[in-house]
Structure formats: structure tokens, C-alpha cells
């Protein structure tokens, strides 16, 4: 997930402004990690994650027809207002990173089934935003106990 930010003025009348965002979704490269950085450490002395997160390709390839895409959809939105696009940001950070133990039906392809059980451990599993993909839209968090409750009943042997 990444975002674009722009902001809008109304010319020609009372000075005001708009705030627009746009997110759009983005795919991990195979090349992203998860690990521990032992030079980061909590009040215990543990390692701290550290993510690295990598585009992939195709990703790449659409960036700048996408960009082009949101900026001329914010620039519809002033003009129809009499207005005018004055500053644009782009994010470069994840909102809402997911990932890190992708679900899927190939143990070589991904670490756990839909209901987050591993491949490797029959008796382990991972539940919540790990097992997507991606993150796919922001404020997920109704998918993530969505997927943490379906997991809980397998856990539960119900399933």
C-alpha cells in the first residue's frame, strides 16, 4: 500500500483547502524480509523486528501510470471547483504492513493454510494480518479477526 497526498485551494474566493488522499495497492517482491535486528533491542534486551520491504516488478512497472492516474484525478476534483492542485506528497511507508507468512495451498510457495496452520508444524499456527499477502486496503482490521477467528476454529478442532 502506498498513498499519494494532495492539497487543493479554491481560488478566486475565500481562501480554503482540501486534504485528498489516495492509497493503491502495491505487491511485495519475493526479495522483502522480516528478520531481528540485534543492534535494536526492547527494555529485555530481545531483538527488534526489522522490515524490509521491496517492491516487485510489476509493482515497479505500473508506478508511474498510476501516479499519473491519482494526480489527474485530484486535479478533476479542483478544477471542478474552481481550483488548483498547490502540493503533493507521496508516502513512502506501509500503513498497514501484512505479510511475513503468506497463506496459501503450496507449502513451497507459502507458510500456512487459509486457516493459518503451517505446513511444516501441524500443531502451529499464525493468525491475523502475517497470513495475507499484501495489505490490500487500509484499516483491515476487520479482515485480520476475521482470519484470526476462522483460525481459532480450527485451533478449536470445530472446523
Keep these: 500500500m502506498s498513498r499519494l497526498s494532495a492539497t487543493t485551494c479554491a481560488c478566486g474566493r475565500a481562501p480554503r483547502a482540501a486534504r485528498v488522499r ?3 495497492d502495491v505487491h511485495p517482491s519475493a526479495d522483502s524480509t522480516l528478520t531481528l535486528d540485534p ?3 526492547n527494555r529485555w534486551g530481545d531483538p527488534l523486528p526489522q522490515i524490509r520491504h521491496a517492491l516487485d516488478e510489476a509493482t ?11 494526480l489527474g484525478m485530484f486535479n478533476q476534483l479542483a478544477k471542478a471547483n474552481n481550483g488548483r492542485t498547490f502540493n503533493v506528497s507521496e508516502g513512502s511507508y506501509l500503513d498497514h ?10 507449502p ?3 507458510v500456512c ?4 496452520r503451517t505446513h511444516d508444524h501441524e500443531n502451529l499456527f499464525v493468525s491475523g494480518s502475517p497470513t495475507l ?5 487500509t484499516n483491515a482490521t476487520l479482515t485480520f479477526v476475521a482470519l484470526t477467528l476462522r483460525g481459532a ?4 478442532g470445530t472446523i
Aim: with cysteine.
Design 22 to 24: 489516495a492509497y493503491y
Design 39 to 41: 543492534s535494536k533491542k
Design 60 to 70: 515497479k512497472g505500473r508506478a508511474a501510470a498510476t501516479k499519473a492516474h491519482i
Design 97 to 106: 504492513p501484512a505479510g511475513g507468512c503468506r497463506m496459501g495451498k503450496d
Design 108 to 110: 513451497a510457495a507459502s
Design 113 to 116: 493454510d487459509s486457516y493459518g
Design 133 to 137: 499477502p499484501t495489505g490490500g486496503c
Design 153 to 156: 476454529s480450527a485451533v478449536a
